[in-house]
């Protein structure tokens, strides 16, 4: 089975501080990662993913994901946050040898404050 | 290119009620998924369709909840009766199928759904 876990529930960081959210993850196969973001009311926007090749993947909005198979991990990061990047932040991972199914970590929330 | 379409955003019923919620996938994406998205948690898959055939409905309370995808463009989610514990955001998404693979899903604005 394939499950994700984001340890934090939720991050504090001063605008123009670097932003890091933690993800780790469990697959028997390949994994596929995905991070997305949730706005007040709104659907999950896509952020960026992984599948293979280079190890740090650069997405929308000047985020980036560092995928770590020795560590099992996919955090994602950006150098200097901005106040409207405050939202909830969800991991997700695809097994590549079981289907399209996405499992879903619990979601970190994220305050950037002026 | 138009997004992920879903109506309604809101609805309010009383438990035993039935309720449906419609949406209609990006143009040309020939997967759809269904998920459910209790307050504090992740969304979970409730059911996938490839066109108008079911994938993967595993997760899906069919003694409560149905899903069509007829035509295999829009779907209808359908909850009959529903229970206090459906309450809860209902989003759907949509993908292509390129290549014999999945490409990334891309998720409408959901349904939030209250059942009192």
């Not at chain 1, 780790?24 to 926007?45: A, C, D, E, H, I």
């Not at chain 1, 946050?81 to 970590?105: M, P, Q």
């Not at chain 2, 490839?50 to 993967?56: E, K, P, Y």
Request: charged share 20%.
């Amino acid at each position: 089975a394939q499950s994700v876990a984001q340890p934090e529930d939720q991050v504090n960081v001063a605008e123009g501080n670097p932003l890091t959210v933690k993800c780790t993850y469990s697959v028997s196969g390949n994994p596929y990662l995905f991070w997305y973001v949730q706005y007040p009311n709104r659907g999950l926007q896509f952020l960026l993913k992984y599948i293979t090749g280079d190890n740090l993947v650069k997405g929308s909005y000047g985020f980036e994901a560092e995928f770590n198979k020795s560590q099992t991990s996919f955090h994602l990061k950006k150098p200097s946050a901005l106040v409207s990047d405050s939202a909830l932040y969800f991991c997700a991972v695809r097994d590549g040898a079981a289907g399209n199914k996405l499992t879903f970590g619990g979601g970190t929330r994220v305050l950037v404050k002026p | 290119e138009a997004g992920v379409a879903q109506s309604p955003r809101y609805k309010i019923i009383e438990k035993r009620q039935s309720v449906a919620f419609w949406c209609n996938p990006i143009s040309g994406h020939a997967t759809l998924y269904w998920y459910q998205q209790i307050l504090g948690q992740g969304p979970k898959l409730l059911i996938q369709f490839q066109n108008n055939g079911v994938v993967d409905d595993s997760q899906l309370p069919k003694d409560r909840f149905s899903a069509e995808r007829l035509k295999g463009v829009d779907s209808t989610l359908k909850i009959q009766p529903a229970k206090l514990e459906d309450s809860a955001v209902y989003l759907c998404a949509s993908s292509q199928w390129a290549q014999g693979t999945w490409e990334t899903q891309y998720f409408g604005p959901g349904t939030r759904l209250l059942v009192l």
